[in-house]
């Protein structure tokens, strides 16, 4: 489902679709089982869109940020082991999927995302959360002010019309970035955008 891959200078045989096992293959980290745990493509001039990751049932880190990828995100739910999603400048559309429990990081700034932020994402152990220019509206769920791994959230430039909870005032984050009118009290924010 991705097309214009893009090696680098690694040579032939480890570059994607080569002939050797796809644990040898550029980017791809599997575990001592040869089960594939990590896709770290960033940058690599990736087109087309993400297929179903049923597949890959150990997948620890889905990293594909700065390529052209389109489409809507996969189901995640089912990948219990999933920790990191870091699919930040692309082209992907639609909305989040319901993550899996396992989530701790979550980076997909400026795409073209909308809908709502999933309300499941409080039930995670996520800790860095990225929503940064995207098409997202409503608010941020207020149980995500309870989260106590949550420690980085920043949500600038979406269409959100909900003012975010006082909870996050009194929450475990260090650093929030949100547009000024979320930030109705501006102590929790560390700061905010305005467009101009």
């Known amino acids: 489902s991705l097309n214009s891959w893009d090696c680098g200078d690694n040579t032939t045989d ?9 644990c040898e293959w550029d980017g791809v980290g599997c575990n001592s089982n040869n089960e594939v745990t990590g896709l770290h493509l960033d940058k690599r001039n990736l087109t087309g869109v993400l297929p179903k990751l049923d597949g890959f049932e150990h ?6 940020d700065s390529n ?3 489409g809507s995100l996969p189901e995640l739910a089912k990948l219990k082991y999933l920790e990191i999603v870091d699919l930040d400048q692309n082209k992907l559309s639609g909305t989040i999927p319901i993550p899996p429990p396992s989530l701790r990081v979550l980076d997909v700034n400026d795409n073209h995302l909308t809908g709502t932020v999933p309300a499941e994402l409080a039930d995670t152990n996520l800790y860095f959360l990225q929503l940064d220019f995207n098409d997202l509206v409503g608010g941020i769920p207020s149980r995500l002010a309870l989260l106590d791994s949550l420690e980085y ?8 019309t909900e003012a975010l909870a ?9 650093m929030l970035f949100a547009d000024c009118d979320m930030c109705v009290n501006a102590v929790c924010c560390t700061a905010c955008w305005a467009e101009e």
Do not use: K, P, R, Y
């Open 153 to 160: 959230m920043s949500i600038f430039g979406n269409s959100f």
């Open 166 to 174: 006082i909870d996050f005032c009194e929450s475990q984050l260090t």
């Open 59 to 64: 997948l620890v880190e889905l990293d594909m």
């Open 68 to 70: 052209q990828i389109g």
């Open 14 to 22: 480890s570059c994607f679709l080569s002939e050797s096992h796809e």
